[in-house]
């Protein structure tokens, strides 16, 4: 069973626009999420995170947003690059096992 | 510290033969974790250590599958009697753990694993 799913497989967004990326999850138990950027032939590099404690976490030009009564979150980039262009994976925690979407690749348009 | 290392990066078998895959992780991380990863999906946890001791082991992690840590630092993850249902990315991830709270993983660049 997918405890984290990420329902938009890839998204296009025009340079400099703001790109959205989206993942909900089911196990209330989770209470800590992170964002992962991944590009061809490397492992996922680690992006952002929040704690359950939060609804809102910003580093830079990304900003994550926890909705725990909805139990979403989502991870804004703005404004976008043609660097952001990569694969984003969210991924949840309840302490021990970390749980993976299946990913959105984005692809920012110059 | 130059981050989380793997070895090799990749790996060509023929059915039937055992494989091993080497992770070096950030030195100080105390938490080590093994993760498969094929296309069109995320990683999946296959099993985590914390310092030498296993602590835990996925479904997904059939007997053929095994993995160390000994003294705590490096981990070898060895498949057995390779299928080709085994080609995949394995990914290795280090993390600190407080005791009381998780920190983010740092992979590896991963071992792309092909059984022919």
């Known amino acids: 069973d997918q405890q984290v799913k990420q329902n938009s497989p890839s998204l296009s967004v025009q340079e400099g626009r703001i790109s959205i990326l989206n993942c909900d999850y089911t196990?209330?138990?989770?209470?800590?999420f992170l964002w992962y950027k991944k590009y061809p032939a490397e492992g996922p590099t680690f992006l952002i995170s929040?704690?359950?404690?939060?609804d809102k976490n910003e580093d830079g030009r990304f900003t994550v947003f926890l909705n725990k009564s909805a139990k979403h979150l989502s991870l804004h980039i703005v404004p976008s690059q043609p660097g952001d262009s990569a694969v984003y994976f969210c991924?949840?925690?309840?302490?021990?096992?970390?749980?993976f979407g299946t990913g959105t690749s984005l692809t920012v348009i110059p | 510290d130059t981050g989380v290392s793997q070895d090799p990066r990749h790996k060509i078998t023929k059915r039937g033969q055992n494989v091993t895959f080497r992770c070096d992780p950030i030195?100080?991380?105390?938490?080590l974790y093994w993760y498969r990863q094929t296309l069109g999906q995320g990683p999946e946890f296959l099993t985590y250590?914390?310092?030498?001791?296993?602590?835990?082991k996925s479904r997904l992690l059939s007997d053929r599958f095994s993995a160390e840590r000994p003294k705590g630092s490096f981990s070898t993850l060895e498949i057995q009697r390779t299928e080709q249902g085994d080609s995949a990315m394995y990914l290795c991830a280090s993390s600190h753990y407080s005791g009381t709270a998780s920190y983010e993983q740092y992979f590896g660049p991963g071992t792309r694993l092909t059984v022919t």
């Open positions: 030195s100080e991380h105390n938490r």
């Open positions: 250590f914390q310092n030498e001791a296993q602590l835990e």
């Open positions: 196990n209330s138990m989770f209470d800590y």
């Open positions: 991924a949840a925690s309840a302490g021990n096992q970390f749980y």
């Open positions: 929040i704690s359950s404690i939060k």
